[in-house]
Antibody, heavy 117, light 112 residues
Framework: EVQLVQSGAEVKKPGATVKISCKVSGYTFIDYYMHWVQQAPGKGLEWMGL????????IYAEKFQGRVTITADTSTDTAYMELSSLRSEDTAVYYC??????????WGQGTLVTVSS | DVVMTQSPLSLPVTLGQPASISCRSS???????????LNWFQQRPGQSPRRLIY???NRDSGVPDRFSGSGSGTDFTLKISRVEAEDVGLYYCMQGTHWPRTFGQGTKVEIK
């Protein structure tokens, strides 16, 4: 069974950095890109970026460029998303997901990040 | 970035009746490899999203056949032939042809 298990909820102050993990099991980690998606409260889905676990190559959405770092650790089959210089607008649920071209997609359970002074 | 525009944003439907959601892209989604990478996702209340349709019209494994996708170029449609109570939620289109990937704003399907 494929599982993507994310780390728990975080509360951060403005200006801080958060790092969320996504531990995968049930498939070969390097076979699929790992995407990260933001969903602010009551809002839609916003694509943040992805990492190719095989070689660590990343692509980021311009909105998050410079503040987001997505990495993959093949020794632990874990992907990470780090977001810096947090502001209140970053309060959201963050999802990791594999979204292959043809086979089924898999999503983590989501991690709530609250940014508040 | 490719802008994905969905309509309507809210869709009240009667159980057992059909429903249709439109998604338009600001650029053609035909990839240089000849494929069109247009996906549809469902997000039930309190759940993570899941994909229903990939490459315009292909259902993901386990997706009921009352869901169908169609379209080409810049105009795409998701249809539910007969809405059931479990179909309540948000529906998003997402293009996988151009970087960065982009989602539509979402359409909220609710029962009248």
């Amino acid at each position: 069974e494929v599982q993507l298990v994310q780390s728990g909820a975080e509360v951060k102050k403005p200006g801080a950095t958060v790092k969320i993990s996504c531990k995968v099991s049930g498939y070969t980690f390097i076979d699929y890109y790992m995407h990260w998606v933001q969903q602010a409260p009551g809002k839609g889905l916003e694509w943040m970026g992805l990492v190719d676990p095989e070689d660590g190559e990343t692509i980021y959405a311009e909105k998050f460029q410079g503040r987001v770092t997505i990495t993959a650790d093949t020794s632990t089959d874990t992907a990470y998303m780090e977001l810096s210089s947090l502001r209140s607008e970053d309060t959201a649920v963050y999802y990791c997901a594999t979204i292959p071209v043809t086979t089924g997609d898999y999503w983590g359970q989501g991690t709530l990040v609250t940014v508040s002074s | 970035d490719v802008v994905m525009t969905q309509s309507p944003l809210s869709l009240p439907v009667t159980l057992g009746q059909p429903a249709s959601i439109s998604c338009r892209s600001s650029q053609s989604l035909v990839h240089s490899d000849g494929n069109t990478y247009l996906n549809w996702f469902q997000q039930r209340p309190g759940q993570s999203p899941r994909r229903l349709i990939y490459k315009v019209s292909n259902r993901d494994s386990g997706v009921p056949d009352r869901f169908s996708g169609s379209g080409s170029g810049t105009d795409f449609t998701l249809k539910i032939s007969r809405v059931e109570a479990e179909d309540v939620g948000l529906y998003y289109c997402m293009q996988g042809t151009h970087w960065p990937r982009t989602f539509g704003q979402g359409t909220k399907v609710e029962i009248k």
